[in-house]
């Protein structure tokens, strides 16, 4: 059985001139999600990519699935590919759409001839397939206005395409036409919810983790090494710094007043992550933080933190309801794992009283106590480099 992939490209469609390094994006990052799977080759013709299993092996529901987390795609189907003709295509019906078509109730036929030479029209190539169908599966009624099931038959230029319907794909556009930045990932529910709608949006990813050892266990890193995976399913290879940051917590809790702890770490962890996104080439800073979530996300206090920083800071969760957020994470498998109890640097040492207007002379003279220079040395110099895919993590060396 010939069976290939027939994959629409999403938003890129819209681009003009640059509309085919948008493409050859979409492609390397589809090659590099299928590659697991086996060989393939891929064709693309009049706005349609398909990829095509090199081998009778491939596991076409489990590509399938990886093409439905690709960015830059809007739909994608699983089609049968026959050559032009329609003795052959009838022939091959009934079994290919049996699991389709043995459970639904009514059908009908949509045609598309792209090929203008091919000997039937349109409504020609419905009627005779919709007759091979209705006797091959004597339960079926045709139903054109609501149909449970739309059989789709495209004459291309090259093939004939055989299929049960579009899957909707995951919109956006490829992974790496937007460039790349630095997300601050926790082991919550919001920052990678945060990382898949900025990866959507065609961002490449570099991940930052504090951890505070002993304070936080192995397990909150492995849970966060478990979100990454999930999101690079979706993003891509995601690199993770991790970040050593006890000695840093502990000195904002010697020195700095109570009530600013928390704001004075996020000022400090997002400039760590500025100087990592510097060095590594990105562009931006993200995070999971929503208006008003907690004291250290009121206005004023993202004003603060916002002060320590020259890059742009994205928060595309600012404008969303929390159970907006969990709806993201379940649909992207990450809430099961956020959920998990593991302790984060950001709850260790938090204030009885955590300031929610504060100015930022207060934070900048509450700063001075600290040894910055030093502390934000040992921060880089302690630094863990890993590389993360859907599959798995690896140890890496700096590449830069
Ligand atoms: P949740 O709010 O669901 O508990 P969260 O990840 O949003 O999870 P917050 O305490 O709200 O946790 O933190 C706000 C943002 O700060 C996070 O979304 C994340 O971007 C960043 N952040 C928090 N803790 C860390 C950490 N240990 N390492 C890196 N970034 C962090
Ligand atoms: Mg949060």
Not at 351 to 370: D, G
Request: hydrophobic share 40%; charged share 25%; proline share 6%.
């Amino acid at each position: 059985m010939n069976e290939v992939l027939l994959i629409k490209a999403g938003e890129l469609v819209l681009k003009g001139l640059n509309r085919r390094t948008f493409e050859d994006q979409l492609l390397k990052n589809l090659r590099r999600a299928l590659r697991p799977l086996g060989p393939w080759q891929y064709h693309w013709s009049q706005s349609t990519l398909q990829a095509i299993p090199g081998a009778p092996s491939v596991n076409m529901a489990a590509a399938a699935e990886k093409t439905g987390k690709v960015f830059g795609i809007a739909g994608y189907s699983r089609a049968l590919r026959l050559p032009k003709d329609m003795t052959t295509l009838l022939a091959a019906a009934p079994s290919y759409l049996s699991d389709a078509l043995r459970f639904a109730r009514t059908f009908k036929c949509e045609a598309k001839r792209s090929d203008k030479r091919f000997p039937l029209r349109s409504p020609q190539i419905c009627e005779e397939m919709g007759e091979v169908l209705c006797n091959a599966f004597p339960h079926l009624r045709v139903d054109v206005r609501q149909p449970d099931v739309t059989i789709h038959i495209e004459i291309r230029d090259q093939y004939a395409f055989l299929h049960a319907g579009q899957l909707r794909g995951a919109g956006g556009l490829p992974v790496g036409t937007a460039g790349e930045a630095v997300l601050l990932i926790s082991g919550g529910i919001d920052s990678p919810v945060a990382a898949w709608m900025m990866a959507r949006r065609g961002l490449r990813l570099t991940a930052v983790h504090f951890a505070s050892p002993p304070y936080t266990s192995p397990r909150a890193e492995e849970k966060v090494h478990k979100l990454l995976a999930a999101v690079a399913g979706y993003a891509g290879r995601v690199r993770l710094f991790v970040v050593p940051f006890t000695a840093f917590q502990e000195q904002i809790r010697e020195r700095c007043p109570e009530d600013l702890f928390t704001l004075v770490m996020r000022r400090a962890m997002m400039r760590i992550a500025e100087q990592i996104a510097l060095r590594e080439n990105c562009g931006a800073l993200i995070t999971g933080e929503s208006l008003g979530q907690v004291a250290s996300q009121t206005l004023q206090a993202l004003a603060c933190t916002n002060s320590a920083l020259t890059l742009p800071v994205f928060r595309p969760l600012v404008g969303m309801d929390k159970n907006e957020t969990i709806e993201i994470a379940r649909k992207i498998e990450t809430f099961e794992i956020s959920v998990l109890p593991y302790e984060d640097c950001c709850t260790v040492f938090t204030p009885r009283h955590p300031r929610t207007k504060p100015k930022l002379s207060m934070l900048t003279q509450a700063e001075q106590s600290l040894d910055w220079d030093i502390l934000l040395a040992d921060a880089l110099k302690g630094a863990q480099f890993l590389s993360i895919e859907a599959e798995g993590v690896q140890p890496c060396k700096r590449e830069s």
